[in-house]
Nanobody, 113 residues
């Protein structure tokens, strides 16, 4: 299964951006991670097989993760973006009956005026 992320770019503070990630097969759970320059990679948001979600404290109330099982796709709606959200965002997934976490290529999000 391969993951293809899209939607990154340059956006002004306070604006919105939506990331998408499509898989070439069925996915049990999804998660978005990000890594800013000089910082450790961190979990941003995740959605389980049952649909429950969890978010990093820094994005709660601003980011929303959602999934479309029919399209094997996950989305990350990012609102009220801040400069500190600038990072490479990685889509990850775990397939059914598998333990391995798959990683897509990163997509760069830059929040700057």
């Amino acid at each position: 299964v391969q993951l293809q992320a899209s939607g990154g770019g340059l956006v002004q503070p306070g604006k919105s951006l939506r990331l998408s990630c499509a898989a070439s097969g069925s996915i049990f759970s999804w998660a978005w991670y990000r890594q800013a320059p000089g910082k450790q990679r961190e979990l941003v948001a995740a959605v389980s097989g049952g649909g429950s979600t969890n978010y990093a404290d820094s994005v709660k109330g601003r980011f929303t993760i959602s999934r479309d099982n029919a399209k094997n796709t996950v989305y990350l709606q990012m609102n009220n973006l801040k400069p500190e959200d600038t990072a490479v965002y990685y889509c990850t997934a775990v397939r059914y009956y598998a333990n391995e976490r798959l990683w897509g290529q990163g997509t760069l999000v830059t929040v700057s005026s």
